[in-house]
């Protein structure tokens, strides 16, 4: 069974997502570390319960998903995986940071690129991996079905969804993909989204105003 930690890091507010099982191993999901307290927040973390990072995830590249992606390089040697179509956006990071009165240094090159319907594991736990544009060109969502649990990133929030008018947003893009890819999982599926609450995909479905007609 997949366990999930939830810290909340930078100015912006973004959920890293922790995902480990009784392998020892872990993911890490939008390390979202902005100075090296944040991050010693996180590897006290890691340490603490004798985790080992194998996998780093982006679920995007904007620029709060991916602050502490050169961290987790430095200090464990993982290269984030991505979509290609979200290479715009981690290559503009640093522009888009000081358009936010922050900084930070050019992200590391990905790892390796991810497409809807590829799995990605770790320790026992396998995810698989969804493609919802809509946000952003390569928005993904992480799936496990074994442990009824979907990680959203910002395509879906507790009664709201991402903003589309960032370069390469539309909004009924995301509305689509959230319908067609999303709302097709069980109800009971936990969504974590990249920013707020958890929620459940049923709910979303009867109670999100922007599908409620």
Not at 15 to 39: H, Q
Request: net charge negative; hydrophobic share 35%.
């Amino acid at each position: 069974m997949m366990e999930i930690t939830r810290l909340v890091f930078n100015p912006i507010s973004v959920n890293t997502f922790v995902l480990s099982d009784d392998s020892g191993e872990c993911a890490v999901i939008d390390c979202g570390c902005y100075n090296d307290d944040e991050f010693g927040e996180l590897t006290a973390l890691l340490e603490g319960q004798g985790l080992k990072p194998v996998l780093l995830l982006n679920t995007h590249c904007h620029l709060d998903h991916i602050f502490g992606d050169i961290l987790m390089l430095e200090k464990y040697g993982l290269r984030a995986v991505c979509h290609r179509d979200d290479l715009y956006n981690r290559k503009r990071a640093v522009d888009h940071a000081r358009m936010f009165g922050l900084y930070m240094e050019h992200p590391p090159e990905p790892g390796g690129f991810l497409s809807g319907g590829d799995k990605v594991c770790f320790g026992n736990t396998e995810l698989e991996v969804i493609h919802v544009p809509g946000h952003s060109p390569g928005s993904l969502a992480f799936y496990s079905k074994e442990d009824k649990t979907v990680f959203t990133g910002d395509a879906l929030f507790e009664g709201s969804i991402g903003r589309s008018d960032l370069p390469g947003g539309n909004h009924e893009t995301l509305l689509n993909n959230i319908r067609e890819k999303l709302f097709v999982l069980p109800a009971d599926t936990v969504a974590w989204p990249g920013h707020g609450d958890s929620t459940l995909i049923g709910d979303e479905i009867r109670f999100n105003p922007f599908f409620i007609r």
